[in-house]
């Protein structure tokens, strides 16, 4: 399970990067605003990698690598927006997206 998941990561997070800064200008956005939703990814890993030595101190590998994938799955669903959920196609819904 670890193996997939640290495949699914990477693949996932690297599509998506192909097609957001074209998505990004179909809102009307900056440069500048493209640039700020592209760090957000970086920001919320710098954070979580500092945290991280004490979630495995609390908690089981299995349970952390278990919640990585539901929390995966979830910024999926705001990534793109889904339309079955009827999320609207906004900026702020695809940065709390990318912030997983």
Request: charged share 10%; glycine share 8%.
């Amino acid at each position: 399970m670890s193996l997939l998941v640290i495949l699914m990561a990477p693949i996932v997070t690297d599509f998506y990067a192909s097609i957001l800064a074209v998505e990004l200008d179909s809102y009307g956005s900056q440069g500048f605003v493209i640039g700020l939703v592209f760090a957000v990814p970086c920001i919320s890993y710098t954070l979580l990698s500092v945290l991280i030595e004490h979630f495995l101190e609390r908690f089981q590998r299995r349970l952390l690598i278990a919640m990585g994938t539901l929390f995966l799955g979830i910024a999926i669903i705001f990534m793109g927006p889904s339309p079955t959920l009827m999320l609207p196609r906004s900026i702020p819904i695809i940065v709390f997206g990318l912030s997983f």
